[in-house]
């Protein structure tokens, strides 16, 4: 049996799973960074609606689930390069944070959530006995 190939397909499948088409779009862009005694992630999602913007966190995983709808009506479109559909991302949040303290705020396209750093994964000092005298050195 003949079978045609095609060189690209493979190519094609890596550039939709990397930059999403239109009944899948991409991941949601982030930046994460840990700032005094928080870890703070900000999502960029441009065009959401607050309303739309689902956080859940169960067992340690942080899933976004956010859409944006396309306009409403009948209007032919001349161009259109804006991803219109449902975006989601996960995150495995460490041990060291405590998820039940998260808190995320939602302004000019930016989600940031903040998550408190756990009171365990601070640093701490440790007294140190030795015969009469006590010692305290830093952990």
């Avoid at 995983?61 to 209007?75: I, K, M, S, W």
């Avoid at 405590?98 to 930016?110: I, T």
């Amino acid at each position: 049996m003949l079978m045609r190939t095609d060189p690209f397909r493979d190519f094609d499948r890596l550039a939709e799973a990397m930059l999403g088409t239109r009944a899948r779009p991409a991941a949601v862009p982030m930046t994460a960074y840990r700032d005094d005694d928080s870890f703070v992630v900000d999502l960029d999602l441009p065009g959401v609606s607050a309303d739309s913007i689902d956080l859940m966190v169960e067992q340690n995983v942080l899933t976004v689930h956010a859409e944006r709808r396309p306009p409403a009506g009948d209007t032919e479109r001349i161009v259109d390069e804006r991803s219109y559909g449902v975006f989601s991302r996960q995150l495995f949040l460490g041990e060291t944070l405590d998820a039940d303290r998260l808190s995320a705020n939602y302004d000019a396209g930016v989600l940031t959530i903040r998550i408190p750093i756990a009171e365990k994964a601070k640093p701490r000092k440790v007294e140190i006995t030795s015969g009469d005298s006590a010692k305290e050195i830093s952990a």
